[in-house]
């Protein structure tokens, strides 16, 4: 299985801690990593089909903290699909203006939607035909850039047409919100004053995030498992989607 | 004037000797640089809104070495559009299951394509308008991905209708062949056996290119100033539009 790693920030924020815990579980998913960035309407994709662990890429990563309000990060155990770049998530496309980024935790069977919009896998991975199927349907149910609720609403409506195929747990960026869909896990935690300390659950690091913040600031983190031991996790219910602006989950139910 | 590097091989190529000399022009066009690597369909692409000279991404560039069969690279002095990410060349776009890659050099006045495609600029440069209208044309142009021949076809008749605002040097790449637009400026050489040495204009850097190539090799460089003071550059005309396969022009007239 892979693993997924989104944030939503209410400031541009560095991920260092939380990608340090991420990238510490390459190990056993060594086939290929990627970490998308957003700044504004720009985005940073940094990719590669090495594990995480051994990688320039992921390295360059750490190495020069890159400060974000959304980021979507994943590390690959190929399921579906060659260890080639061009099958390393997160994968990018441009609709309506505006880069989005998907990221896919599961494996689909017998997958083959029928693409006959704009969007087409350029690699050979189930998840990448998911996330042309899903801007195809994004592209034909709205004529441009809808409200927040409107997509939300949307994307709730086709997440299970894809689910229907196997396990969908994916992240879909835009750089305004973060969406994340559970088909079997996911879990999030918000971040915000009164800060504390944590440490990782993988590596022996533990952050005051209460001296790398205001009081201001707010971040929600969803990943796959937590990274964290002293944090309150909640886990996603199957089948739930949820969507997170400014370092918030959004009640729109 | 922005800059503009292309590289296109027969083999997968470290571009590093170029893009030295390349980024050492930055200092003049502090306004951002982008590179994007072909590694088979899929693309690396790495770009800042600071100079090339002074970017921890460039660094890491140079640090870590990437061999790439096509390559395209820019260094930018804005004229249009603000010094953010989302407008730093290159721009990528998926069509056709494929990924192209664009970087312009030059200055479209007043250039506002009808864009009905789907096809949309994230930012606000005249360039990333001129590269959606291409992509725009080009899948109106032909059902799915045509030959090379064919693609050079309609991107000769495409071409001048954007030049008509102003200069337009591009280059295009799709991991298969390198597209060569000269208004103004544009050299380009093949480097293949005998190797020679070469020096750089702009660095003290000389490479043997014999010791590091096999007989076999073959590299085509395009580039807006000649990168070498000992390589013969041959000039683009103005309207010219060239094509790269395998290291080489093809001759299509």
Redesign the interface.
Known sequence: MCQLLGMNANTPTDVMFSFTGFASRAQEHKDGFGIAFF???????M?D?QSARTS??AE?VR??PIRSSNIVAHIRKATQGRV?????HPF????????WVFAHNGDLKGYAPRLH???????DTDSERAFCWLMQEL?KAHASVPPIAELTATLRELAPTVAAHGSFNFLLDNGQALWAHCSTRLHHVVRRHPFTRASLHDDDVTVDFAAHTTPQDRVAVVVTEPLTKDETWTPFAPGELRVYVDGEPLDLR
């Open positions: 700044e504004d309407a720009g985005v940073r994709l990719v089909a320039p890429v360059m190495r020069f080639t770049l061009a099958n390393t990018v496309r441009e609709l309506w203006g505006r880069y919009g704009a969007f087409r896998p350029v690699g592209a």
